[in-house]
């Protein structure tokens, strides 16, 4: 009774052991073949293994465009070294280099770890490889030979005269002493070799300073009448003032004798406002008068000959109760 207890037990386990790895097989044939995150569900992980099979599978037929499509849609679902290296050998394989060398690169900062050593190894070579392609030459001719240049790429220092650059546009730059800075723009191809001539021109120096043309008699002679032309200009605004001075006060004389006789605002107003007028172009005049009268003496004196004495002008302002004006005198 205990011998048939004991064979039931072990069936029994031998049963539930058979069913946990069915189990375990089931989920492992559903797992894509590479480390996955484990916040991927279960029909991703499923969708990620197919898209992944696929890939593999066009890869073996030659069809890398497609194959690179499934390989990027398995990464898409769950992102690991191996959908990333796929990629990397499908951009190669259909001749997309510098794309190439960023997938290897992403492969490569996965990292792939210890289950991808060769792997590895081989994109780092791949990518030595591909970037020697993408480099182009410049060569540098310099004109004149002689000259100690120094060499700039797109602002920073380079060493020539063969340059070794990126495909491209770039902007070259080249300086020596004595001679101004030469720019050239230009655009590096993959692969390729390109002569490129650069010519030095000297330093310009700075202009000789002209010298001031000679003065002769006859600007000097010049000067003085236009001197005196404007002295007398000045000299007939001031008369004009002093027409206006005299208008000006007679109609002021004339309203504050009418206000005697019949005081009013309005007559207050017009001999207060005429009297006002009359002292301002009063002064207008004897200032303009007093300029007029020593521009007209300076012109003359100027006009003279160099033997003759110099003109002395006087000018003498006076004032009183009754009014002011200025006195004027010159003697040559």
């Known amino acids: ?49 197919k898209a992944y099979a696929g890939g593999k599978a066009k890869m073996g037929k030659g069809d890398y465009a497609g194959a690179l ?60 490889e591909l970037e020697q392609q993408l480099i182009g030459k410049v060569k540098l001719n310099i004109t004149p030979a002689g000259a100690a ?27 020596a002493p004595g001679y101004q800075d030469a720019k050239q723009e230009i655009e590096v191809k993959a692969g390729a070799t390109a002569d490129v001539t650069i010519t030095l021109a000297p330093t310009v120096g700075p202009s000789p300073t002209p010298l001031p043309d000679p003065i002769d008699d006859d600007e000097e002679e010049g000067d003085g009448q236009g001197l005196m032309i404007a002295g007398f200009v000045v000299l007939g605004v001031g008369v004009v003032a002093g027409v206006l001075t005299t208008i000006f006060g007679v ?11 019949n005081p009013t605002e309005k007559l207050a107003d017009d001999a207060e406002k005429n009297a006002l007028l009359s002292d301002v172009f009063l002064g207008i005049a004897c200032g303009t008068a007093a300029i007029g009268i020593i521009l007209i003496a300076v012109g003359a004196t100027q006009g003279g000959d160099d033997d003759e004495e110099e003109a002395r002008v006087k000018f003498v302002p006076y004032a009183s109760p009754q009014g002011g004006g200025a006195s004027i005198s010159w003697s040559f």
């Open 149 to 175: 240049a120094t060499i700039t790429v797109d602002g920073a220092p380079a060493q020539g005269p063969e340059l070794s650059l990126k495909p491209g546009r770039h902007t070259i730059i080249v300086s």
């Open 251 to 261: 109609q002021a004389l004339n309203a504050s004798n009418d206000f005697e006789n």
């Open 69 to 128: 499509e499934d390989f990027r849609n398995a990464d898409r679902l769950v992102p690991g070294a191996a959908p990333k290296y796929q990629i990397a050998v499908c951009l190669d394989r259909l001749g997309k280099a510098e794309e190439a060398v960023a997938a290897y690169r992403a492969f490569l900062d996965t990292p792939p770890g210890d289950k991808y050593v060769t792997e590895a190894a081989d994109a780092t070579k791949r990518v030595a």
């Open 1 to 49: 009774m205990h011998a048939r207890g004991g064979r039931c037990l072990r069936a029994l386990l031998a049963l539930l052991a058979l069913s946990v790895m069915a189990t375990i097989t089931s989920h492992s044939l559903a797992l894509p073949p590479w480390p996955i995150a484990q916040t991927a569900d279960w029909k991703t992980k499923q969708e990620a293994r």
